[in-house]
């Protein structure tokens, strides 16, 4: 049965947008399109290791910055672990609208089919692939790595090492791999209703600012907040951080459509191109506000645009890519100094100022700009196809990870503070997390 074009938008989303390559018997597996998805999966790993190890690192003060490393360079083992024994079943086992199931449990299957393509769903909304199934697992394994890391920004500085531990594996699996099969499985919930997220608008940056929200208001306040010189260490690493960041997004993004295609260079180009408008945005309304335009918010402004356009990148055509990266870095100049200020939280690193702002941004102007040849979401994709019923669609989708990440956080923060407690001793914090927690420091 032909599924009307409407059903057929989610299909555009994530790597689920390939528009797979079909042979007379089936699928096959495309060298050219496999490539591609390794150098993508390459390029998003870097991000986190070394690229948000850096940015974060350049951003606390010395007694941390090797704490604030460890927790980016530990998420990259933990969760490549935990992600292999049950992350990936829960993502993208077959399950039903709301979680996967157990059918991939230590990745089984894979060794049957490793040199075959594979399919996601069945029926008339199964999805198939030119790329293995190791290729695909490993590809999505880096965006639930840097998720959690994200998270850190929030909570630096002040977290016990145990705890990002603990909470970083049940906030994986009880969270983010969830979320992750809503709105990227065939059978979740969110990719029925019709809701666009091509990179993980929702899946990541939505779901990481609040959650790190969340955690900066359950620990409180670092010491000194507000009376002590927080400034950052050394600015050149962020910059370092920064670069690696926006060189990296590419696989992020254009690494999303599945293949090596025309949309992985639509993606690309309106990447580049949101990263630019936000970065200049941000450092014109620094300079317009306070006298001086920052390095600190040039780098600041260029992740505020990677982060809009992430939902975004492989819909919408290169015009409305500037007009988000512009919505983008004046969003997240207020997120991250006028948001923060008025409400009185201590988000550390802006991990809700910049991702959960600018990530519920580029999901909601996702819904206004979806262009219809590259979003398949209406019958006559001749021009724009974005509408006040997908603006709904994806304020919806918005408000629903919003509230689960929120409620699930709240929860998963309160547990691991029962088992292994949450904030280090005042005299520990004072000192550092460099020596209180790993017994090393900067020399």
Known sequence: MRMPAR????????????????????????????AWMLTSTALVLMMTIPGLAL????????KNVLATMMQSFTLAALITVVWMVAGYSLAFGEGGPWIGDLSKLFLAGIAENWDKPFTLGSGDAAVAFTIPETVFLMFQ????IITPALITGAFADRMKFSAMVLFSILW????????????????GWIFALGALDFAGGTVVHINAGV????????LGKRVGFGTDNLSPYNLALAVIGAGLLWVGWFGFNAGSAGGAGARAGMAMLATQVAAGAAALTWVFAEWATKGKPSVLGCISGAVAGLVAITPASGFVLPVPALIIGVVAGLAGFWGATALKH?????????????????????SLLTGVFAYGALSAS?????????SFDQFLLQLYASLAVIAY???????????????????????????????????????
């Open 7 to 34: 059903a057929l938008a989610p299909l555009a989303m994530a790597l689920l947008a390939a528009g797979p390559a079909m042979a007379q018997d089936g699928p096959k597996i495309d060298t050219g399109d496999t």
């Open 55 to 62: 940015f974060y690192a350049g951003m606390v003060r010395k």
């Open 141 to 144: 394994m880096t965006f639930a």
């Open 172 to 187: 994986s699996l009880l969270v983010y791999a969830p979320v992750a099969h809503w709105v990227w499985h065939p059978n």
């Open 211 to 218: 959650a790190g929200l969340v955690a900066a208001l359950v």
């Open 342 to 362: 008025m409400c009185g939280y201590d988000d550390s690193l802006d991990a809700f100022g910049v991702h959960g702002v600018c990530g519920i941004v580029g």
């Open 378 to 386: 209406t019958a006559t994709p001749a021009g724009y196809s974005g």
């Open 405 to 443: 990440s929120a409620i699930g956080s709240f929860i998963l923060l309160k547990v691991t503070d029962v088992i292994v407690g949450l904030r280090v001793p005042e005299e520990e914090e004072r000192e550092g997390l460099d020596v209180t927690q790993h017994g090393e420091r900067i020399a």
